[in-house]
């Protein structure tokens, strides 16, 4: 079972900046596995926001993130961090980190993920 915990949400002005943690409950190694971020507000679809995929760290964002989003694994690892910059009132949502054993790649759809986080929500406002 994978169990993934999600960390460092909270209210930031518009420009701040936050890094959000996605680490692995212990005796699981997140190293193995491509691990995607998703956001979600009310009423609408969880959307991919970033993932690094587990062959290489390579990493993959979506066009509204290029440039102000960065994700990169922990050293030591076992944590995937999300750092935030730029931060607009519209990226405000909760945000989600997933991964599924059975992805070697990277992909923004969520339905391709089965073991998600709790979630850490992110507040972008004066």
């Known amino acids: 079972q994978v169990q993934l915990v999600e960390s460092g949400g909270g209210l930031v002005q518009p420009g701040g900046s936050l890094r959000l943690s996605c680490a692995a409950a212990?005796?699981?190694?997140?190293?193995?596995?491509?691990i995607a971020w998703f956001r979600q507000v009310p009423g609408k679809e969880r959307e991919g926001v970033s993932c690094?995929?587990?062959?290489?760290?390579?990493?993959y964002y979506s066009d509204s993130e290029k440039g102000r989003f960065t994700i990169s694994r922990g050293k030591p690892k076992n944590t995937v961090y999300l750092q935030m910059n730029s931060l607009k009132p519209e990226d405000t949502a909760g945000y989600y980190c997933?991964?599924?054993?059975?992805?070697?790649?990277?992909?923004?759809?969520?339905?391709?993920?089965?073991?998600w986080g709790q979630g850490t929500q992110v507040s972008v406002d004066y």
């Open positions: 212990s005796g699981f190694t997140l190293d193995y596995y491509s």
């Open positions: 690094i995929v587990t062959s290489d760290d390579s990493p």
């Open positions: 997933a991964t599924d054993p059975r992805l070697r790649d990277c992909s923004f759809d969520p339905y391709d993920y089965d073991y």
